[in-house]
């Protein structure tokens, strides 16, 4: 992971995971998200992995989908599981026993 996103990239990354977020946030239940939003939910989790690997940190990701209106415990929806994402945090933070 890069230490240091490029700024611009990240901001095209942010804008087009709001507007995903918000698609996702529209759909009534997780079936329409299967059906109807397979392609949103297959579009976010690949932007989420890309902005992951260019060095933009979860909770900004996690911001974007919210202000598209997708709320945390709806967050699976973009194809992330919550609990992954808590395990990734711990495992950046995680400085080994030397």
């Known amino acids: 992971m890069p230490s240091v996103p490029d700024t611009e990239r990240a901001a095209r990354y942010m804008t087009v995971l709001g507007e995903v977020g918000r698609r996702l946030a529209a759909l009534p239940d997780g079936t329409a ?9 297959k579009q976010a989790g690949e932007l989420l992995r890309s ?13 974007a989908l919210q202000s598209g209106g997708l709320l945390t415990f ?5 194809g992330w599981e919550p609990e992954l994402l808590r395990a990734l945090d711990r495992a950046v933070s995680f400085t080994p026993l030397s």
Do not use: C, F, Y
């Open 33 to 41: 998200v299967a059906t109807t939003g397979r392609g949103d939910h």
């Open 51 to 63: 902005a992951w690997r260019e060095g933009i940190e979860h909770r900004v990701q996690l911001a």
């Open 74 to 78: 709806d967050i699976p929806r973009s």
